[in-house]
């Protein structure tokens, strides 16, 4: 490799050094965009004594949407038993 080609090497090498370190300006989201359930007439200690320090994410979804779970009949959910149990299987060698 001939000098100039080192040198232009080494170049490349701290351009792209210089890239990953140099910090760049944060995409954030823009701050004059109010925040959902943030009430900005009162502290946040304030809001947050109202709950007791517990913050409540804000409702989604559609509430008109009712399903309740499932319930399971007695005796329909599988158990299935660890090897080396009765019933489990014997080939099986647990590590």
């Known amino acids: ?3 100039a080609r ?12 210089a890239a990953l370190v140099i910090p760049l300006p944060a995409l954030a989201e823009d701050p004059s965009e109010p925040i959902p359930g ?3 007439d009162r502290t946040l200690s304030e809001q ?4 007791k320090g517990v913050i409540d994410p ?5 509430a008109e949407i009712h399903a309740p779970a499932p ?3 007695p005796g329909t959910t599988p158990v299935i038993p660890p090897p ?3 019933g489990g299987d014997p080939s099986i060698q647990p590590k």
């Open 1 to 3: 490799m001939t000098p």
């Open 84 to 86: 080396g149990t009765p």
């Open 71 to 73: 319930e399971p009949l």
């Open 48 to 51: 947050l004594d109202e709950n």
């Open 38 to 40: 943030i009430d900005e």
């Open 58 to 62: 804000p409702p989604v979804g559609d």
């Open 6 to 17: 080192k040198i232009a090497s080494k170049g490349r090498t701290l351009l792209a050094a």
